[in-house]
């Protein structure tokens, strides 16, 4: 019987819909997070208080005016929260950055965990504003008169995967670019890097609210899955999640966070899914974080760059890529290697 | 960006007076020199003669307790690392380091790229710029004898190529003055007479040059000028010749290091 109600939960749609759409979501944030503390260096340990500024700012602001106990509620569209989302948690961020990224390494993943900790406790305190600890019972939804309830579902989905595949193309161009040799040159070696003309506090603080607005942009994604905000939502438990996919699939290499988010979500989800006797449920329970634990210990012990690696974004395929990006330097390029090929002694092409 | 007009002429850096002290250690004491951009400087010193701190002093890295630098007629004193790199002087590390996680052509890269960094992203210059500084890559990297190495990370090269490695990157951000912290160390010594030769055509391209080595015999064979330092100060300055010569240099100098 435990098992005929696992795989029914498997075959129904809106089970799989749900968490695709979570992965798309986590995805999305894990890839920003990679930027920042992949590429940048900046281990970055509050990225769950950006969101929450983000997401709160969103609800507040698209809420109908009157179906809550709280002094602020314009009722604005949902475009206008998405966009009033990026731009609070941006500010945010810069505010943020300013003190904190004057410290490295673990004193700024410290401070990040600090802040994003404050933010929950002002969410939960703040009631005239959040509605504390009971935060708010309904989301606004875009789309939501123009489909029905399953159709919905599918529409939001896309709109979800099609964000993180901006994200995505978003870190692609990153990577090609010199703003994204710069951050990774900061990380690798901060006096060389300076010494090359990078103004390294500028270029981390851009990286900081450039990361900030686009995880503004990603919360209403999040809060359409969830369907209510509670600062419960914002525990630290969602940062080493999306850690602890990035730490999986490679940090720093570029397609590892979405490979990394897809493996821990599938398999964490699908523990949750196995029933088990009542008896045993508090065992079931534990076991949750100690296989996440295990899935980490083994990809560490036998992969232990995760299961991509920055060398296989970046390494020799970086010159490769980059000469490659258009056709016609594809072209080039390769004429080229012809002809020096034919005349090893003299390598002076144009 | 005041202009300062007590340059001595023709002089591209002067220090005037600098004094920088760890604690109680005097590091760098009333240190003023003027570097000609027509001839190799060198600075010469036993270990702990302040050599490294006064390049730290120039570049930016630590700010002097007082005195004064100017470049090209600008003071240059107390500005920060990128903003005098930004004004054209380069420099290297005792430990070549460099970017360990890149490519040889991606840590190149790194130090030619304009320094807009963000907005250059979106905007297509990035991509003409990237196939720009392939080719002054290409060609700084041939040069230099390491082209075969491209595409190897830059942890992955031999002590000696990691050593020309940190040259070529600084080469590529193109500076004007170039200042080389002990270039010799840790190359064989076959291959001494190559980096003298190397270092000879940096200059003659017209790159301003300064270098602190240990090694005695080197310094003398590519520099024109030499400073000596001990202590902190400069204790005698003049051609390698006058420098070889000097009994008060043989006796700090030779006496303490060799």
């Known amino acids: 019987m435990n098992t005929l109600a696992a795989i029914s939960a498997l075959g129904s749609p809106t089970f799989w819909m749900s968490l695709f759409m979570l992965i798309g979501i986590y995805a999305a944030v894990t890839m920003l997070l990679n930027v920042e503390a992949g590429w940048g260096g900046m281990w970055d340990l509050g990225i769950v208080g950006l969101l929450a500024i983000g997401s709160y700012t969103y609800t507040i602001v698209t809420n109908p005016p009157g179906e809550f106990d709280v002094v602020y509620s314009p009722g604005w569209p949902v475009w206008a929260g998405i966009l009033a989302a990026m731009a609070t948690t941006g500010i945010v961020a810069f505010l943020v950055g300013l003190p904190a990224l004057r410290a490295r390494r673990e004193y700024f993943l410290i401070i990040t965990f600090a802040f994003a900790e404050v933010f929950r406790q002002l969410a939960i305190n703040l009631r005239d504003v959040t509605h504390g600890t009971v935060g708010f019972s309904s989301v606004a939804r875009p789309f939501e008169s123009f489909f029905e309830k399953d159709a919905l579902r599918g529409v939001l989905l896309a709109v979800t995967w099609a964000a993180a595949l901006l994200v995505y193309a978003l870190t692609r161009r990153i990577s090609r670019s010199g703003y994204g040799r710069a951050l990774r040159a900061m990380r690798d070696n901060e006096p060389v890097a300076l010494s090359l003309g990078i103004r390294v506090s500028w270029l981390r603080l851009q990286t900081f609210v450039l990361v900030g607005v686009a995880v503004g942009g990603v919360a209403p994604l999040y809060l359409w899955w969830l369907r209510y905000v509670a600062p419960s939502v914002f525990e630290p438990q969602f940062t080493f999640t999306a850690w602890t996919a990035l730490v999986l699939g490679g940090i720093a290499s570029r397609s590892g966070a979405v490979l990394g988010v897809g493996v821990l979500l599938l398999f964490t989800e699908l523990v949750e899914l196995i029933d088990v006797p009542p008896e045993f449920r508090n065992v079931h329970v534990a076991v949750h974080p100690l296989a996440i634990g295990l899935l980490l210990v083994l990809v560490l012990r036998f992969r232990p760059e995760g299961l991509l690696s920055e060398r296989g974004t970046f390494g020799a395929r970086a010159r490769q890529t980059t000469a490659l990006d258009g056709a016609g330097a594809a072209v080039a390029s390769r004429l080229r290697r012809l002809s020096l090929r034919g005349d090893s002694g003299n390598e002076e092409a144009p | 960006m005041t202009a300062t007009d007590k340059t001595s002429s023709g002089a591209m850096l002067s220090t005037h007076g600098l004094y920088k002290a760890f604690g109680g250690n005097v590091a760098v004491h009333d240190v003023s020199l003027d570097l000609y951009p027509d001839r190799i400087t060198a600075l010469i010193g036993p270990n702990g003669?302040?050599?490294?701190?006064?390049?730290?002093?120039?570049?930016?890295?630590?700010?002097?307790?007082?005195?004064?630098?100017?470049?090209?007629?600008?003071?240059?004193?107390?500005?920060?690392?990128?903003?005098?790199?930004?004004?054209?002087?380069?420099?290297?590390?005792?430990?070549?380091?460099?970017?360990?996680?890149?490519?040889?052509?991606?840590?190149?890269?790194?130090?030619?790229?304009?320094?807009?960094?963000?907005?250059?992203?979106?905007?297509?210059?990035?991509?003409?710029?990237?196939?720009?500084?392939?080719?002054?890559?290409?060609?700084?990297?041939?040069?230099?004898?390491?082209?075969?190495?491209?595409?190897?990370?830059?942890?992955?090269?031999?002590?000696?190529?990691?050593?020309?490695?940190?040259?070529?990157?600084?080469?590529?951000?193109?500076?004007?003055?170039?200042?080389?912290?002990?270039?010799?160390?840790?190359?064989?010594?076959?291959?001494?007479?190559?980096?003298?030769?190397?270092?000879?055509?940096?200059?003659?391209?017209?790159?301003?040059?300064?270098?602190?080595?240990?090694?005695?015999?080197?310094?003398?064979?590519?520099?024109?000028?030499?400073?000596?330092?001990?202590?902190?100060?400069?204790?005698?300055?003049?051609?390698?010749?006058?420098?070889?010569?000097?009994?008060?240099?043989?006796?700090v100098y030779m006496g303490v290091d060799a």
């Open chain 2, 49 to 251: 003669a302040g050599k490294t701190t006064l390049f730290n002093i120039i570049t930016g890295y630590e700010r002097p307790d007082s005195g004064d630098i100017t470049f090209d007629g600008n003071r240059v004193g107390g500005m920060a690392p990128w903003q005098i790199s930004r004004r054209g002087v380069a420099r290297t590390f005792q430990t070549p380091v460099g970017f360990p996680t890149m490519t040889l052509w991606e840590s190149m890269q790194v130090a030619g790229a304009s320094h807009a960094v963000l907005t250059g992203m979106l905007t297509t210059r990035g991509r003409r710029e990237t196939a720009k500084l392939s080719r002054r890559a290409d060609e700084i990297l041939d040069h230099l004898g390491l082209d075969k190495l491209l595409d190897t990370p830059v942890d992955e090269l031999a002590a000696g190529d990691r050593k020309l490695a940190e040259l070529a990157r600084q080469l590529m951000s193109q500076p004007r003055l170039l200042l080389l912290d002990e270039p010799a160390a840790g190359v064989n010594p076959g291959a001494i007479s190559r980096l003298s030769d190397l270092i000879r055509d940096v200059h003659r391209s017209g790159i301003a040059l300064m270098i602190i080595d240990h090694n005695l015999s080197f310094v003398l064979d590519v520099a024109d000028y030499v400073h000596v330092m001990a202590n902190g100060r400069i204790i005698a300055e003049g051609t390698p010749e006058e420098i070889a010569a000097s009994p008060l240099v043989r006796q």
